[in-house]
């Protein structure tokens, strides 16, 4: 166990260190957000939890999953290289002139579900494909990432009501709630708290976790449904940038690239801090 | 009694209702989701046979749409069925990216279309659905004329891969196909054939352009009769050559001239015609439409054999 979240903290660090190589490459990217999800991303593909083959990216019984926050494509492009879905090297194209790596995530790329990015249509489509497979009485799920100011849209709720009425205790749907949006603090531009009391009165099943910390994000990921009959909301407490201290918990870094001698110095704080701890 | 009043007319919801039953059968992956609209998508029957396989999901038409997508991506074929107004201005952006740009095989099923919604005003008119999914990449757009052509509609986008609106009125309109005949998406059908002018309708007003063209004939003018039931991918073929054989073309349509099966006609026009031919297009005139019933409204927008008659005489006496 010891070894394997050994592993994990290291393939956080790898992905990291690759996403913001992609960011300065590229001059374009959402510095931000990708780092804050990227502990969630290196659980779901790196931790066991995500059925997913990259030898069988189209398999019908693999799970589904949403990148609603779909700025976030520099983050989860990196991440699906990374474990294998398409080459490595094909990350120096993103947001290139006709690359398939499009600035949001595209269906062109294995493993990609839906082409997301307009923000609020990741939950409702993650509840139909759970629907779908209720009905057909199979065994996989729909995750679906959200952002936090992403829940500002309605069509999150109308998905969060549908989802508890049918009882699809096969999706989920995982909050990055870093606490900020692009103009500054979710709390002061449209309130979500008491988000966890907004889930479970819509009928979900919730925990909160620290979204950073991969025994527990492990620990809920791996022992799902949280409740019989519901669907379960993850709100994982993050924080935006996190793992670089001059990006950390800066509305500004939402989608600010690094400057050649910022990347280097965040390249070096991130080995450091996987050595050291 | 006149003897238009003998004609047995046919609201189209039913044949799409039964098409979708027959689909059903035959097809487990068949899947319904409704905006609480079982009753005016004629779909209660539907329900009571398939209670696992239509769902009213409530009223939140941005979810449906999505969650059409998600349904598709977990391998069913599902029919989005509901008030067509809403289910196209509320949920755009999801008919954009979740079917459209992503290509998942959902299939839009609108229901009482145009003005049919008459006297209920003009938010519940759908007079700008084609125009605003005519402008989406990937969107097939089928406005069936009758019964004949609704059934077969459903089952062709059944057997077609992708998202695909399907526009039917709740208007009784009489039958105008044949048994015999053949939909298919992106052809235009032929319903007469003349060379004085050419008459391009779509749904409840295919019917309207044949009478018409029976009055252009009693005044020695022969009109060529088109149903251009896809409005998207528009049959370029069948504009060109109407272009090359007949003088003036009069498109009518239970829609907004801005955007739709007129500016569709005549776009291939202006960039594929061979030779002058004018362009009239009947419809509503870029106005929200008053209070009164479809038919008031019909006539009060000029969408009528006689108004498609006066179009195609005005245009004439420009040769």
């Known amino acids: 166990m010891a070894q394997d979240l050994l592993k994990l903290k290291r393939q ?158 096969n999706l989920i749907c995982i909050v990055d709630r870093n606490r900020l949006q692009m103009m500054g603090r979710t709390e002061r531009i449209s309130a979500l708290e008491p988000l966890a009391e907004k889930w479970r009165a819509f009928g979900w099943a919730v925990c909160e976790v620290d979204g950073h910390d991969h025994v527990e994000l492990l620990e809920h990921l791996t022992h799902l449904p949280v409740a019989k009959g519901k669907p379960t909301c993850i709100i994982a407490n993050t924080c935006k940038g996190r793992g670089v201290s001059f990006i950390e918990d800066r509305a500004a870094c939402h989608h600010r690239v690094p400057t050649e001698a910022e990347l280097n110095a965040a390249l070096e704080e991130l080995d450091a801090a996987c050595t050291i701890r | 009694m006149s003897q238009d009043e003998t004609i047995e007319l046919h609201d189209c919801r039913n044949a799409f209702a039964s098409a979708l039953e027959a689909l059903a059968e035959r097809d ?189 004939a009693r005044q020695g003018i022969t009109a060529r009769v088109l149903n251009m039931a896809t409005i998207r991918p528009i049959d370029r073929d069948a504009i060109v050559k109407a272009v090359a054989e007949t003088d003036a073309i009069v498109t009518a349509e239970e829609h907004t001239i801005y955007g739709g099966l007129g500016s569709a006609v005549a776009e291939v026009v202006a960039t594929a015609g061979t030779r002058f031919c004018p362009v009239g297009t009947l419809g509503i005139p870029g106005v929200f439409a008053p209070t009164g019933s479809a038919e008031f409204l019909m006539d009060y927008f000029g969408l009528t054999p006689k108004g498609i008659v006066n179009a195609a005489m005005d245009l004439l006496a420009r040769r």
């Not at chain 1, 679906?144 to 849209?153: A, N, P, S």
């Not at chain 2, 069925?81 to 609108?110: M, P, S």
């Not at chain 2, 049919?116 to 605003?132: K, Q």
Request: with cysteine; hydrophobic share 45%; net charge negative.
């Open chain 1, 12 to 169: 956080a660090t790898d992905i990291r260190k690759r996403n913001l190589r992609l960011i300065f490459e590229a001059h374009h990217g959402h510095t931000g957000g990708d780092l804050s999800a990227a502990d969630i991303l290196t659980v779901l593909y790196f931790g066991g939890v995500l059925q997913v083959d990259p030898d069988h990216p189209k398999a019908p019984d693999r799970d589904r999953f949403f990148m609603s926050k779909g700025h976030c494509s520099g983050l989860l492009y990196t991440t699906l290289a990374l474990a294998g879905f398409f080459p490595e090297a094909e990350l120096s194209t993103y947001m290139q002139p006709l690359s398939r790596l499009s600035g949001h995530p595209s269906t062109h790329v294995p493993c990609v579900e839906a082409n997301t990015g307009a923000l609020g249509h990741g939950l409702p489509i993650a509840t139909g494909a759970a629907l779908a497979a209720k009905l057909d009485g199979t065994p996989w799920r729909a995750f679906v990432l959200t952002g936090d100011g992403e829940l500002q849209e309605g069509s999150n709720w109308e998905a969060a009501m549908i989802a508890a009425q049918q009882e699809l205790e």
């Open chain 2, 28 to 216: 487990p992956r068949v899947m319904v989701l409704c905006n609480d609209s079982v009753s005016s998508t004629k779909l209660t029957h539907f329900a009571e046979r398939y209670p696992d396989r239509l769902l009213n999901i409530g009223i939140a038409e941005q979810a449906m749409l999505g969650m059409g997508a998600g349904l598709a991506i977990g391998g069913k074929l599902p029919f989005i069925a509901g008030a067509a107004c809403f289910l196209t201005a509320r949920a755009l952006e999801q008919i954009k990216n979740d079917l459209a740009y992503t290509h998942t095989n959902v299939k839009i099923c609108g229901v009482s279309t145009g003005l049919a919604y008459g006297p209920l005003g003009a938010t519940h008119h759908a007079i700008e659905d084609i125009a605003w999914l005519r402008a989406i990449a990937g969107m097939t757009i089928i406005v069936p004329a009758d019964p004949v052509e609704s059934a077969q509609a459903v089952e062709a986008a059944a057997e077609t891969e992708g998202p695909i609106y399907l526009r039917f009125s709740r208007m009784g309109v009489p039958i105008v196909h044949s048994p015999d005949y053949q939909f298919r998406i992106g052809r235009a059908a032929r319903l007469r054939d003349g060379s004085d002018v050419t008459l391009i309708a779509c749904g409840t007003l295919v019917p309207r352009i044949l009478e018409a063209a029976e009055r252009l």
